[in-house]
């Protein structure tokens, strides 16, 4: 059964860093792009990196680049988010997904993306 599974979520202090793993099953990691989205309470889900399928290619949202990065290691089928300097406004509950076809990681839209994970929060507070 096709899975992606989000792990690595908690609670930080802002300036803080944490990293997120989605790590994928009963499908070839390296035939897709994936996604990092996020959705905060009240707000629509958001595109936040994208990954091309090779790994070679990433995307960025405007309010994360510098800050966040986005990796992918086919061999242990696991996409990360490196995610540093974190603000309180980088709280949200974090999903990863597998796009539907090719080239979805130029646009990082979720409507290009499937098969969501249940998700990791991530609460940046003092």
């Known amino acids: 059964q096709l899975q992606l599974v989000e792990s690595g979520g908690g609670l930080v202090q802002p300036g803080g860093s944490l990293r997120l793993s989605c790590a994928a099953s009963a499908f070839t990691l390296d035939n897709y792009d994936i996604g990092w989205f996020r959705q905060a309470p009240g707000k629509e889900r958001e595109g936040v990196s994208c990954i091309s399928s090779n790994g070679g290619s990433t995307n960025y949202a405007d309010s994360v680049k510098g800050r966040f990065t986005i990796s992918k290691d086919n061999a242990k089928k696991t996409v990360y988010l490196q995610m540093n300097s974190l603000k309180p406004e980088d709280t949200a509950v974090y999903y990863c997904?597998?796009?539907?076809?090719?080239?979805?990681?130029?646009?990082?839209?979720?409507?290009?993306?499937?098969?969501w994970g249940q998700g990791t929060q991530v609460t940046v507070s003092s």
């Open positions: 997904a597998r796009s539907w076809g090719s080239w979805a990681w130029r646009t990082c839209n979720k409507r290009a993306f499937g098969s």
